[in-house]
């Protein structure tokens, strides 16, 4: 399997500020057609997780532009140019090159 | 709008199998291109793919979950079902189904989940 592995695991921030979280793979997820096959969602406290980034750099719709997905490979990287407060919550980054899919261990935003 | 909801036993004793049903409406679960997925949440594992069925039928599963899980689906209903066999405590967790491009992940739209507790 590859594993995603996500740092930090907690990141306090101030509305206002920017804010940045790093995940790796264990496996290159660069796919031949040369998109990189890595997912950004966001839970929000008592709901499902939500698509922010797919395809390592793609914005899903509805998504608001100070969310930005970057890398390539095995090393990604989920910004926020000016952290909100209905940024609040956990956020995942997924892989979706090979069976079984998976996951990060998450990341908890919260606000100073 | 594609909405997906899932439903079944908020509880099962150990040993016995879960049987879930997710409703899928704004959208064919015939449609090509897509799959439908089962995906579970809980504390001490996070998030976990368990298998998906794709729009024509086919499934696969992660090999943690192969020998004890089934998806189907009933396309009459617009409902695909997940089948987990010989529960434990540790299958305890919140269930979601979600859907995704087949072959890819992007999952775009997801259940409320429904909390599964596993206990005598």
């Known amino acids: 399997d590859i594993v995603m592995t996500q740092s930090p695991l907690s990141l306090p921030v101030t509305p206002g500020e920017p804010a940045s979280i790093s995940c790796r793979s264990s496996?290159?997820?660069?796919?031949?057609?040369?998109?990189?096959?890595l997912d950004w969602y966001l839970q929000k406290p008592g709901q499902s997780p939500q698509l922010l980034i797919y395809?390592?750099?793609n914005r899903a719709v509805g998504v608001p532009d100070r969310f930005s997905g970057s890398g390539s490979g095995t090393d990604f990287t989920l910004k926020i140019s000016r952290v909100e407060a209905e940024d609040v919550g956990v956020y995942f980054c997924?892989?979706?090159?090979?069976?079984?899919?998976?996951f990060g261990q998450g990341t908890r935003l919260e606000l100073k | 709008q594609v909405q997906l909801r899932e439903s079944g036993p908020g509880q099962v004793k150990p040993g016995q199998t879960l049987s879930l049903t997710c409703a899928v409406s704004?959208?064919?679960?015939?449609?090509?291109?897509?799959?439908w997925s089962w995906i579970r949440q809980s504390a001490g594992r996070g998030l976990e793919w368990l298998g998906y069925?794709?729009?024509?039928?086919?499934?696969d599963y992660s090999p943690s979950f192969k020998s004890r899980t089934t998806i189907s689906m009933d396309t009459s209903t617009s409902q695909f079902s997940l089948s987990l066999s010989s529960m434990t405590a540790a299958d305890t967790a919140v269930y979601f189904c979600?859907?995704?491009?087949?072959?890819?992940?992007?999952?775009?739209?997801w259940g409320r989940g429904i909390l599964v507790t596993v206990s005598p």
């Open positions: 997924m892989q979706g090159l090979q069976t079984p899919i998976t």
């Open positions: 496996q290159n997820l660069l796919h031949y057609n040369g998109y990189n096959y």
């Open positions: 069925i794709s729009h024509s039928g086919s499934t």
């Open positions: 704004g959208r064919s679960i015939t449609t090509g291109g897509y799959s």
């Open positions: 979600a859907r995704s491009l087949t072959n890819y992940g992007k999952f775009d739209y």
């Open positions: 395809l390592g750099s």
